[in-house]
């Protein structure tokens, strides 16, 4: 037999050895990864903000909208020092300093 004709196989046989000696167990890859809970500070209470009445709320990711006593503010805004951080489709979310203030479209409802 022709050494030359073995070269290819040796080559194969030493590549699959040293992948299979890597110690890893092998993984399902349509599997999700497990996440690690962040490790996040823990978040100031939330309060309702005094005075502040939420007409409307437009929920788009990173461009929705909020309408506070006809103003409206794009996450990131400012109103009477209270910057506008979140919105969902019940409530938006507040912060002023390190204190955040919660106003729900339900607060509206049942006065």
């Not at 978040?43 to 409307?56: K, N």
């Not at 969902?88 to 339900?106: A, M, P, V």
Request: proline share 7%; net charge neutral.
């Amino acid at each position: 037999m022709n050494l030359k004709s073995l070269y290819p196989v040796g080559l194969w046989l030493l590549a699959a050895t040293a992948l299979a000696d890597t110690g890893m167990p092998l993984r399902d890859p349509f599997v999700r990864p497990q996440t690690e809970l962040s490790t996040r500070p823990t978040p100031t209470p939330i309060a309702s903000a005094p005075g502040f009445t939420l007409r409307a709320l437009l929920v788009a990711g990173d461009s929705s909208l909020a309408n506070i006593d006809g103003t409206i503010l794009a996450l990131g805004d400012e109103f009477d020092g209270y910057r506008l951080i979140s919105v969902t489709q019940e409530e938006t979310l507040f912060e002023k300093g390190s204190n955040r203030y919660r106003i729900s479209l339900k607060e509206r409802t049942s006065q």
